[in-house]
């Protein structure tokens, strides 16, 4: 089995409060990869709820973002019209849920290689596929670069060089 982990492809990072240009740039890139995508898509979205600038998050990033039920909490239309599956609302970078879930897949079929792709290259991108390396370390896990936008540019390619020496494999499309 493979699987596609596409990472919070929500307004508020692509057009929102925290959006950007690099995030604008990718869309269409990973609503084709989604597209294309032979075997199990998941999706993850940032979570947080109404007293976001009164957790440590907050007091790091006072700007709010991803609240439950809000505008930009939502997937991208584009993505969103694609999604099958209910999303993996996470509380912070990384989803402990979602590795526990793969884990519990790879126990029933073999889970032969997981795909990240989304956003931020340098935040939560970075933090899922660390996290999923510990939860399947014999698994092959990537990162398709020209479907993820970190912070920055520079965010981005150290971000991609941290995972690489963590021996996650990076493509390029």
Same mark, same amino acid.
């Given at each position: 089995?493979?699987?596609?982990?596409?990472?919070?492809?929500?307004?508020?990072?692509?057009?929102?409060?925290?959006?950007?240009?690099?995030?604008?740039?990718?869309?269409?890139?990973?609503?084709?990869?989604?597209?294309?995508?032979?075997?199990?898509?998941?999706?993850? *979205?940032?979570?947080? @709820?109404?007293?976001?600038? /009164?957790?440590?998050?907050?007091?790091? +990033?006072?700007?709010?973002? =991803? $609240?439950?039920?809000?505008?930009?909490?939502?997937?991208?239309?584009?993505?969103?019209?694609?999604?099958?599956?209910?999303?993996?609302?996470?509380?912070?970078?990384?989803?402990?849920?979602?590795?526990?879930?793969? *884990?519990?897949?790879? @126990?029933?079929?073999?889970? /032969?290689?997981?795909?990240?792709?989304? +956003?931020?290259?340098?935040? =939560? $991108?970075?933090?899922?596929?660390?996290?999923?390396?510990?939860?399947?370390?014999?698994?092959?896990?990537?990162?398709?670069?020209?479907?993820?936008?970190?912070?920055?540019?520079?965010?981005?390619?150290?971000?991609?060089?941290?995972?690489?020496?963590?021996?996650?494999?990076?493509?390029?499309?």
């Amino acid at each position: 089995m493979h699987v596609l982990v596409v990472v919070d492809m929500q307004k508020d990072f692509i057009d929102g409060s925290l959006g950007t240009e690099e995030a604008k740039g990718i869309v269409s890139r990973v609503t084709k990869r989604i597209a294309s995508f032979d075997g199990w898509v998941l999706y993850t *979205r940032d979570t947080h @709820e109404e007293n976001y600038l /009164e957790t440590q998050e907050g007091a790091n +990033l006072p700007v709010p973002h =991803c $609240v439950r039920g809000t505008d930009g909490w939502s997937l991208c239309p584009e993505v969103a019209a694609l999604c099958r599956e209910t999303p993996v609302d996470k509380p912070t970078f990384g989803s402990v849920k979602l590795g526990e879930q793969l *884990r519990a897949a790879n @126990e029933k079929e073999p889970i /032969e290689s997981i795909t990240l792709i989304g +956003l931020c290259t340098d935040i =939560c $991108v970075i933090s899922n596929a660390l996290l999923l390396k510990a939860f399947l370390p014999e698994t092959s896990i990537s990162v398709d670069a020209s479907c993820c936008a970190g912070v920055t540019p520079e965010s981005h390619r150290r971000a991609l060089e941290a995972m690489r020496v963590c021996q996650i494999k990076i493509e390029n499309g």
